[in-house]
């Protein structure tokens, strides 16, 4: 047996996704923008897939955009949102402290363009407190850009406050749920959302494909240039094949929702009951306030890159937030947000789970890893020196 | 693969790991803040390296490049020992992804290290820059 147990890096198409791509391929094949009937049938169908995809968002069709993904959906948002509010003088962004690198990156590119960032602190359990939003908003905040769910700890935010404090405020306020959509309920009207982004592999749909939902009257600056598609705003020809994979996806996901939500969070539970019994192990996040589908841990005294080829040869397929996996020196900066000391941020264990994960399968990681963390605790000089009392344990 | 089989290998099945309670001199090298530390263990007579042990917290490749710089210095006189390079570590793994050099640095500080602290404790005089680190860790210096 193979536990594939890192679904907020990628899920397996489902195959209702699959077989709703094939048609696209060879049989409504052509340019949604030719004047012919081949052309004009491509067309019709990119319209039904927009349709289908705002429905799940209960947003209107005119509001999706398709992008490549949800990190071009990130960048074209915040992008667009402070350029144009720095037309008004508006040169001031608010964010968090473990925001997913798309969001992050684009604003250190802002700030060296001259616009001033504030990343809101995310406390211990990562959550940010929407007073700590509605405080830091100024006479010239352009935009608030707040993560719906966080890819590593899992931690949900409280969007729809944060939302209504930027309506009331008249801020545009983004979100990237990228890690939500699909998995918990999101209503960007419920949650007062200006602008989202998400992307299709990540509840079982194909990759490079995701959507920038753009409310009306929210401005929205091109971002590729090159054509009338996507009402002018992301020229190139629509990927249909992945659109309508993308929105047979979406619908299946948001269909299943609380089904599926309830067998992940028994799984889920499970794990986090498992693991704990591991001593000087900790939990990332807050406990209840979580993503169905989403365990992450540290363990003192060992590194997660070890952690997790060990994993993969005894037959679990995780991630981890050390920094031997990103190839930087530094561990995850989601862990060091929530205060994390680096030498327990480098013991980190990601794993996210989806509705194809089995009881069976939680039983054998729950072996796997007890297993793995006592051999390399066992080989660790800082685990020696812990236990011996040279050092104090941290967790 | 990020790693080549010989990584691999040394990585799940590391040789001469553990702890050694008579060891005649031990180095300990690198910090938890940057996620890796090699603690080696030596035993020698006649002036040969006769025993290796080591211990990492770390990496695959730090685990990796420990077990290999250990098979590397035994069985050696502790002068040749002491001509470890970093270099020879990657070579005898078949290359090392680019980001992953630093552990085989800290592979060859550990062994000098280690040869370090048996002539301290032996009284045996040595040229400090033979035992100076060859190279620069981006993080641990």
Redesign the interface.
């Known amino acids: 047996m193979y536990v594939y147990a890192d679904n907020a890096a990628t899920t397996a198409m489902s195959k209702t996704a699959i077989r709703a791509m094939e048609p696209y391929f060879d049989t409504i094949y052509g340019n949604p923008s030719s004047l012919h009937s081949v052309g004009q049938r491509a067309a019709e169908a990119l319209m039904e897939q927009r349709a289908k995809v705002a429905a799940c968002l209960g947003a209107k069709p005119e509001e999706i955009y398709f992008t490549s993904g949800g990190s071009e959906a990130d960048n074209q948002a915040i992008r667009s949102a402070a350029l144009l509010g720095a037309k008004k003088g508006k040169r001031h962004i608010i964010s968090s402290a473990f925001e997913h690198h798309a969001v992050l990156h684009t604003l250190k590119k802002l700030e060296r363009e001259g616009f001033e960032v504030t990343l809101l602190d995310v406390g211990p359990l990562g959550l940010i407190r929407p007073e700590d939003v509605a405080a830091a908003i100024r006479e010239d905040t352009a935009l608030v850009t707040i993560m719906y769910a966080n890819n590593e700890v899992g931690t949900i935010q409280p969007i729809a406050e944060i939302g209504a404090i930027c309506r009331e405020k008249k801020v545009p306020f983004h979100t990237d749920a990228v890690q939500a959509v699909g998995h918990i309920p999101v209503d960007v009207d419920k949650d007062h959302i200006d602008m989202l982004s998400l992307s299709a592999h990540k509840f079982h749909g194909p990759k490079g494909v995701g959507v920038l939902y753009c409310r009306k009257g929210q401005p929205l600056l091109t971002f590729i240039e090159g054509g009338a598609q996507e009402r002018g705003r992301r020229a190139g020809t629509e990927n249909l094949a992945g659109i309508a994979g993308l929105a047979a996806a979406l619908e299946e996901a948001v269909s299943h929702l609380d089904e599926n939500a309830a067998h992940m969070t028994a799984l889920r539970d499970k794990l986090i009951d498992g693991l704990s019994q591991i001593p000087h192990s900790r939990l990332n996040g807050d406990r209840a306030r979580r993503l169905p589908g989403n365990v992450s841990f540290c363990f003192e005294?060992?590194?997660?890159?070890?952690l997790l080829?060990?994993l993969d040869?005894k037959g679990v397929a995780a991630s981890s937030g050390?920094?031997?996996t990103s190839?930087?020196?530094d561990?995850s900066h989601v862990l060091l947000a929530l205060g994390l000391?680096?030498?327990i941020a480098?013991g980190s264990l990601r794993l996210s789970l989806s509705e194809y994960n089995t009881e069976e399968e939680m039983d054998l990681i729950l072996k796997a890893v007890p297993e793995v963390v006592a051999y390399l605790r066992d080989?660790?000089?800082?685990?020696?020196d812990l236990e011996k009392g040279v050092k104090h344990h941290a967790i | 693969m990020l790693y080549s089989e010989k990584v691999?290998d040394h990585?799940?099945n590391?040789r001469n790991?553990?702890?050694m309670e008579d060891a005649d001199g031990i180095g300990?090298v690198g910090n938890?803040?940057?996620?890796?530390?090699?603690?080696m263990y030596i035993k020698v007579a006649d002036g040969i390296i006769t025993d290796v042990k080591f211990?990492?917290?770390?990496?695959?490749?730090?685990?990796a490049t420990s077990s290999m710089a250990t098979e590397l210095v035994k069985g050696k006189p502790i002068t040749e020992a002491v001509k470890l390079t970093n270099q020879a570590v990657v070579e005898a793994l078949d290359g090392l992804?680019a980001?992953?050099i630093?552990c085989s640095v800290l592979a060859e500080e550990a062994i000098k290290a280690a040869v370090k602290d048996y002539y301290d404790r032996n009284g045996i005089c040595y040229d400090e820059k033979d035992l100076a680190p060859a190279d620069e860790c981006?993080?641990c210096h």
Do not use: Y
């Open positions: 005294g060992i590194e997660g890159e070890s080829l060990l040869a050390s920094a031997c190839g930087s020196l561990p000391p680096h030498e480098h080989m660790s000089p800082v685990w020696e | 691999m990585f799940q590391p790991l553990g702890k300990e938890a803040k940057c996620g890796d530390i090699m603690k211990n990492t917290f770390g990496c695959g490749s730090a685990i992804p980001q992953k630093h981006p993080c």
